[in-house]
């Protein structure tokens, strides 16, 4: 198993940007796929970035396409989500979740605890 602690979270103004991360526990990290998912009041919860065990791919959707960019360190067993432009939309908790499985989408196993994210307009 692998425990995931968020950190990072904020209140940020439209336009700005924020970095979480994600420290990870337990088995070997680097045998994990991680993604960072989000879940805003009344909406259900939707993927935002993964990314592969090496890093060497990365997904995601085009509501943050070329605004988020998420990278990991498994030197360090932590993964982070680099958010930039950030709209009162991108308002929501931002979870991390880790998957035994190579593939970037589908059901992830393991998550953290989640962390808000508040973007002012």
């Known amino acids: 198993q692998v425990q995931l602690v968020e950190s990072g979270g904020g209140l940020v103004q439209a336009g700005g940007s924020l970095r979480l991360s994600c420290a990870a526990s337990?088995?070997?990290?680097?045998?994990?796929?991680m993604g960072w998912f989000r879940q805003a009041p009344g909406k259900e919860r939707e993927l935002v970035a993964a990314?592969?065990?090496?890093?060497?791919?990365?997904y995601y959707p085009d509501s943050v396409k070329g605004r988020f960019t998420i990278s990991r360190d498994n030197a360090k067993n932590t993964v982070y989500p680099q958010m930039n432009s950030l709209k009162p939309e991108d308002t929501a908790v931002y979870y991390c979740?880790?998957?035994?499985?190579?593939?970037?989408?589908?059901?992830?196993?393991?998550w953290g605890q989640g962390t808000q994210v508040t973007v002012s307009s």
């Open positions: 979740a880790a998957r035994a499985l190579a593939a970037l989408t589908g059901k992830y196993d393991y």
């Open positions: 337990g088995r070997t990290f680097s045998s994990y796929t």
């Open positions: 990314i592969t065990r090496s890093g060497g791919i990365t």
